[in-house]
């Protein structure tokens, strides 16, 4: 189910009509449809994508602060797998 199971029971308990989360699976989505909540899903590609340039950011940051002489790159090609028909 994932961890945002938990999340979802909150939602329902505390009467919340919109429930935010990442990578939201089939079930999670069937189960807020039925019981009347939006989902807003930023995407497994999307949210992991701008997590890295952060994460390489700050790398790079301390790195420098050490005095160490490491390139850190990022691909910046890369494209999502999935493919949306709406």
Do not use: C
Not at 36 to 46: E, K, Q, R, S
């Amino acid at each position: 189910m994932g961890v945002g199971k938990k999340h979802r029971l909150h939602v329902v308990l505390h009467k919340r009509r919109v429930f935010t989360q990442l990578d939201v699976g089939h079930h999670a989505a069937l189960e807020a449809e039925f019981r009347g909540l939006a989902v807003i899903d930023g995407g497994h590609f999307y949210t992991e994508k701008a997590a890295f340039t952060l994460f390489a950011k700050g790398l790079k940051g301390l790195l420098k602060k050490r005095g160490w002489e490491v390139e850190v790159t990022g691909y910046s090609n890369e494209q999502n797998p999935l493919n949306y028909i709406f």
